[in-house]
């Protein structure tokens, strides 16, 4: 069977931490998915939190920092969730369906890091919320960017100020990584990319890495 058609209604996420690289990496996924012959109009690139006009506006509160009143680490949590139900019933599942392969920068595995592991939310609640919002709608591959915290950060500095997560202390990001390094150990149809690398190792780790889940479709 031709890579396209392979390819065709699958899902895949990019995860990690601030910096690591993952709008990066879509540029990279793009040239390989030109390689596959996957035509353009066939290709759905999401983000989250965002993706549709109600979650975009959703973004903007978890993101913004109002005076005087802190954002509840389970209301953060929830909006996580009701803007990947928007993004995943009106852009992720009408896409797989028409056929479209979708690359998705960050999906569930964030919420389960940065909520989980950052605010130390229970991982059962999430994964309660997770089965009431989404049921078993999942990645079909995950690329983990793995990268130490200080030089995501550093990074994320330099292309602009840092928003209300990004100022969290140094802890709570290594907090976050060790959820996600657990979960990609756990999950077969994940790998981790070594993201400290030059652009051009990333880039072959990526290639490399796809090539082998394109072989095992
Ligand atoms: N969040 C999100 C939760 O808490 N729970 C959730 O459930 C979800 C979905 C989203 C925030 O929300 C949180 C996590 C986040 O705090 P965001 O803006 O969508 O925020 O995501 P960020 O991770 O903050 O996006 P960044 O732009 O910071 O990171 P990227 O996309 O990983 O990095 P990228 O590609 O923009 O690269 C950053 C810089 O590094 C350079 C790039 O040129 C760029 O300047 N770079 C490299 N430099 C050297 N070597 C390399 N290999 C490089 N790769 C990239």
């Given at each position: 069977m031709p890579a396209n058609n392979k390819l065709a209604g699958k899902f895949i996420v990019i995860e990690g931490l601030e910096g690591a690289g993952k709008t990066t990496a879509i540029g990279y996924i793009k040239k390989w998915l030109a390689l596959q012959n996957m035509p353009i109009d066939k290709i759905t690139y999401t983000r989250e939190p965002g993706g549709t006009e109600l979650a975009e506006r959703m973004r903007d509160i978890v993101k913004m920092e109002i005076q005087g009143e802190t954002l509840q680490d389970k209301a953060e949590l929830l909006i996580m969730y009701a803007t990947r139900v928007q993004l995943v019933e009106h852009v992720i599942k009408p896409a797989l369906s028409d056929g479209h392969i979708v690359i998705g920068d960050r999906h569930n595995w964030s919420s389960l890091a940065y909520?989980?592991?950052?605010?130390?939310?229970?991982p059962q609640l999430i994964e309660e919320i997770k089965q009431v919002s989404l049921g078993d709608f999942n990645a079909d591959f995950t690329l983990y960017l793995d990268i130490d915290p200080e030089l995501g950060l550093h990074r994320a500095r330099g292309r602009g100020e840092l928003d209300r997560i990004e100022r969290l202390a140094i802890d709570f990001f290594e907090r976050t990584r060790q959820v996600f390094l657990t979960l990609v150990s756990q999950h077969n149809n994940a790998v981790k990319i070594d993201a400290g690398e030059t652009p051009e190792l990333v880039e072959k780790s990526i290639f490399s890495q796809l090539d082998n889940w394109l072989a095992s479709l």
């Amino acid at each position: 069977m031709p890579a396209n058609n392979k390819l065709a209604g699958k899902f895949i996420v990019i995860e990690g931490l601030e910096g690591a690289g993952k709008t990066t990496a879509i540029g990279y996924i793009k040239k390989w998915l030109a390689l596959q012959n996957m035509p353009i109009d066939k290709i759905t690139y999401t983000r989250e939190p965002g993706g549709t006009e109600l979650a975009e506006r959703m973004r903007d509160i978890v993101k913004m920092e109002i005076q005087g009143e802190t954002l509840q680490d389970k209301a953060e949590l929830l909006i996580m969730y009701a803007t990947r139900v928007q993004l995943v019933e009106h852009v992720i599942k009408p896409a797989l369906s028409d056929g479209h392969i979708v690359i998705g920068d960050r999906h569930n595995w964030s919420s389960l890091a940065y909520q989980g592991g950052g605010r130390g939310i229970n991982p059962q609640l999430i994964e309660e919320i997770k089965q009431v919002s989404l049921g078993d709608f999942n990645a079909d591959f995950t690329l983990y960017l793995d990268i130490d915290p200080e030089l995501g950060l550093h990074r994320a500095r330099g292309r602009g100020e840092l928003d209300r997560i990004e100022r969290l202390a140094i802890d709570f990001f290594e907090r976050t990584r060790q959820v996600f390094l657990t979960l990609v150990s756990q999950h077969n149809n994940a790998v981790k990319i070594d993201a400290g690398e030059t652009p051009e190792l990333v880039e072959k780790s990526i290639f490399s890495q796809l090539d082998n889940w394109l072989a095992s479709l």
